[in-house]
Structure formats: structure tokens, C-alpha cells
């Protein structure tokens, strides 16, 4: 067997754990009881440990060594360079830290839960001062062997190639025009009369409506389901894909835009390279570019007036027992273009989004530079949201440092992915409306043409290329953050 094979034939057996994992995380998050916590939570350290263990396998540099003396395809080369790309970060961790990281993420994210409802900044305090510290470990000992600042090292694993000297100047421009631009269309909506969700919308209604919405966004039942949980998220595996929301009985309004982000992420993972399968070739590309696939769906597609025509004739039929005003497409329009400075980023506009996410990334980059202490975390929250978006968080935890699932296990390097996602997902609109009829396909209720496009430019290219040759090949240019400002302009002004 050649070395190639053998390498390949190993990634399958680690992707068959990771498999495992995810369902148990999903598990974790939906529908394990409270008291299964701590047994799960050491179970999962443990499957890390064995998962840490089989990517650094001692073999493994002769094997890699002997394969890129071989003679491979294109594809075969592409996935080599994604195998060797895991392979090295997995070794630069000692197996102590994987662990002790692991328990300390779920013990935090798992008292977070109610710690946020309590708006227990003290509790939760001290759970996260470990995370942050072995966080702050192993974004050194990154840096130290890559050549990299710490936090770089960090974004290096969810945007490989990425570097925060290029989102410093991609996102000091957006803080260039978004301030004006955002108040710009709150005076323009000032004016505006619309008629606000009224009553209870049972939740069982609003699954059915979800479930209806899914359809017509194609999702693959077969190999997917939808949940709830605390956070909405997208997690499985691509034959099994687990996407949850959360429901809010007093409204439906942010519970059904959830599941249109969600199945984006989810009709992603379903539409991967099935014959690359178990190989890193075969995965998403990058954590952005996950996230241009869920904003496309539910800011390119679903607030773009044609799709909106449906979400409300849908809407109309699952809760008939209300107000029929609520239910025209005008209303559903001025309710989902609706921009205001708020304070919880998953609830936030497609305009004031971006500043929920450069107040993370200013101050995560700093966190694990070593810049500032995790106690400083509250007061540069405030300040920042007084700066970008004139809104105090002062003592006000739940809504502000504490409101994000991913610092609670150390997911630092991860916000960013959001706003580029908002840039790729403009810029691949743009680029399909040169070749496709995207609104007459929405209004048809048959998306085919939409999807794929997306299947042949993005989905079935997996890892194979880098990101910037993704894009290029899908757009004929890198990434160009004027398509997202001229999206926002177009649709708000």
C-alpha cells in the first residue's frame, strides 16, 4: 500500500471518531439531561485524548515523508497538503493541554448556561479564567511553531491564510462608513409603520413553519433533523447534519430566520465531495466561508423581497388565528430589513452586525496577545458598544461579554469568520446574478438554479483549493468587501 493510502485510510478511521464526537456534542447541547454533564464532559476529554493520539502517531512523518515523494493528482496533492496541514497542528499540542482544555470548556460552557441567566459575571469569572489561560498556553506554543503572532496562530485554524494585519485594515475601513450608514437608515425607517408579532405563537407551529421553510430550501431529510437547544447551531456530520434553533413563543420572527441561517451551514455539509469523504479535503473550506454559505441563505436569499413572499404566505397559513395584517409581504419586509443598535449579536440586523463582530475580534486579538486581562473583558465591552453602537453594557453581563457561546471552551480566533462570511456571501451574489436569474428562481419557489451554482462553484470543491483560489474561481477576484457595502447601500437606502 502506498504511503498516500495509508494516510488516507487512517484519516477515515479518525474522521469515524469525529463522527462520534459530533453526535455526542449535538446530544450534549439538545437533550442531554443536566445531570449527564459531568460524565459526558469526561467522556468527550477522553475521545479527544484518543482523537489527539491517533493524529500524532509516530508513523505518521515517515508516511508523509514517503507521500510527497509519490506521484499524485491534482486532488490527491490537495488532499495530502489538508492531511499534513491537520498533522502539524495536532502534534503541536501536548496531549496534557487537549485534555485539560476540553474539561475546562465544558465545565464553563456548561455553568454558562445558567450563569447568563443569572447574569452571574463573579461565577462565571472564575470557570473562564482557566479557559482563557489555556487558551493563551497553546496560542504560544502555535505561534512558537509557526512563525506567527498568538492570536494569528489561533485564526490560522479556523481561516487558514488569514492574518489579523489584513482584518485590521478590512475592518478599519467598514468603521469608515457603517457608523454613518447605520444611522442613515434608522432616520430613513423612522417613518416607517409596521405591525409588530402580537399573542403567542405556539412553538409547534413554528416548528412546522421551519420545517416548511427547510423544504424550500431543499434540505435533505434523509440525512439531517431539526432540534433546539439554548444556541442555535449547526453540527453532525455531513450524512447526519443536526441543526437547532430556539424558540421564543412571544414571537416567531427570530426562531425562523435561525433555521434559514442554520440549513445554509447544513446544505454546505450536505452538498460536500461525498467521494472525499472522511479526508480534510472533503470538509468546508473554512470557518468563513461556512459562514458565507448561512449568511447567503438568510441575508442574500432570505430577506430579498421575493423570498420574503413566501416566508409570509407561510406564515400566514401556520398561524391563521392572527392578525392578517402581520402576515402581508410589506409588513414581513419592514420586519425583516428592520435595522436598530441592540445589544445581542445572534438577534442583531444585517447592518449592525458587522460591530457586534469587530467588538469581538478587537477584543479577542488582544485577550490572547496578552494585551489585556480576561478582568478587563466588561469595561472594554462597554466602551466599545458605546463607541460602535452608542449602547452601555455596564453590569449588564448577560447582554454583553457574557451573551457568546464560543469563549466559554476557547474558540478564540473564530468571530471574524462572521463578517467575512457577510463579504464572501455579497460577492458570490454578485457573481451568480452575471449567470443566474436569482430572484425569478426565488420567486418560483424552485431554488434549483441558486443551489447549483452554489453545489459547482462552492459545495463540491470542499478543501481541494485554497480559499483565495475558491473565490477566484468562483468570482474572478479575492475577496472584495465593496460588494457587501454596495449590498447594504442597495438594500437600505
Not at 464560543?406 to 452575471?434: E, I, V
Request: aromatic share 10%; with cysteine.
Amino acid at each position: 500500500m502506498s504511503a498516500f493510502k495509508k494516510l488516507t485510510e487512517h484519516s477515515k478511521k479518525i474522521s469515524h471518531f469525529n463522527h462520534l464526537a459530533a453526535i455526542c456534542g449535538w446530544d450534549q447541547a439538545a437533550v442531554m439531561p443536566s445531570g449527564g454533564n459531568q460524565a459526558r464532559s469526561e467522556a468527550m476529554a477522553e475521545l479527544s485524548v484518543h482523537l489527539h493520539g491517533l493524529h500524532t502517531q509516530p508513523q505518521l512523518a515517515d508516511w508523509f515523508d514517503q507521500a510527497e515523494q509519490e506521484s499524485l493528482t491534482e486532488q490527491e496533492s490537495a488532499t495530502l497538503r489538508e492531511l499534513k496541514r491537520n498533522w502539524q497542528q495536532a502534534n503541536i499540542l501536548p496531549e496534557s493541554l487537549v485534555q485539560a482544555k476540553s474539561l475546562a470548556g465544558s465545565k464553563c460552557e456548561h455553568a454558562w448556561r445558567t450563569q447568563r441567566g443569572e447574569n452571574d459575571w463573579q461565577g462565571f469569572e472564575k470557570n473562564w479564567a482557566e479557559v482563557v489561560k489555556l487558551s493563551q498556553e497553546e496560542a504560544q506554543i502555535r505561534a512558537d511553531a509557526t512563525g506567527l503572532s498568538p492570536y494569528d496562530a489561533m485564526l490560522d485554524i479556523y481561516e487558514p491564510g488569514t492574518q489579523s494585519d489584513s482584518l485590521d485594515s478590512l475592518f478599519s475601513d467598514v468603521k469608515t462608513w457603517l457608523p454613518d450608514l447605520i444611522d442613515q437608515v434608522i432616520d430613513k425607517q423612522a417613518s416607517e409603520t409596521f405591525v409588530q408579532p402580537q399573542g403567542s405563537f405556539d412553538t409547534a407551529k413554528q416548528k412546522a413553519l421551519g420545517l416548511d421553510v427547510m423544504k424550500l430550501l431543499q434540505f435533505d431529510f434523509e440525512h439531517g433533523r431539526l432540534d433546539e437547544s439554548v444556541h442555535p447551531f449547526c453540527g453532525g456530520v455531513p450524512s447526519d447534519v443536526r441543526i437547532t434553533t430556539r424558540y421564543d413563543e412571544s414571537e416567531f420572527v427570530q426562531s425562523l430566520m435561525g433555521i434559514v441561517h442554520e440549513t445554509g451551514h447544513a446544505r454546505y455539509e450536505q452538498g460536500l465531495p461525498k467521494a472525499l469523504a472522511g479526508l480534510p479535503s472533503g470538509e468546508a473550506r473554512s470557518m468563513g466561508i461556512h459562514e458565507s454559505q448561512s449568511l447567503f441563505f438568510e441575508m442574500q436569499v432570505g430577506r430579498s423581497n421575493a423570498f420574503i413572499a413566501h416566508l409570509s404566505r407561510l406564515a400566514g397559513n401556520h398561524f391563521s388565528d392572527h392578525d392578517t395584517g402581520l402576515f402581508s409581504q410589506d409588513n414581513f419586509q419592514n420586519l425583516y430589513t428592520r435595522v436598530k443598535k441592540d445589544f445581542i449579536r445572534v438577534d442583531a440586523d444585517e447592518l449592525t452586525y458587522p460591530a457586534h463582530v469587530i467588538l469581538r475580534y478587537e477584543i479577542e486579538r488582544d485577550l490572547i496577545n496578552g494585551k489585556i486581562k480576561h478582568t478587563d473583558v466588561p469595561e472594554l465591552w462597554d466602551q466599545k458598544m458605546q463607541q460602535y453602537l452608542g449602547l452601555s453594557t455596564q453590569g449588564n453581563f448577560k447582554n454583553g461579554c457574557m451573551q457568546d457561546i464560543h469563549w466559554t471552551d476557547g474558540a478564540f480566533g473564530y468571530f471574524p469568520s462572521y463578517t467575512l462570511g457577510a463579504m464572501y456571501a455579497a460577492q458570490f451574489m454578485a457573481s451568480m446574478k452575471q449567470t443566474v436569474d436569482v430572484d425569478g428562481a426565488i420567486q418560483s419557489g424552485d431554488l434549483t438554479p441558486i443551489f447549483t451554482w452554489l453545489s459547482d462553484n462552492i459545495w463540491s470543491k470542499g478543501s481541494i483549493l485554497t480559499t483565495d483560489q475558491l473565490v477566484t474561481q468562483a468570482t474572478g477576484e479575492t475577496l472584495n468587501a465593496e460588494h457587501f457595502q454596495a449590498h447594504l447601500r442597495s438594500r437600505y437606502l
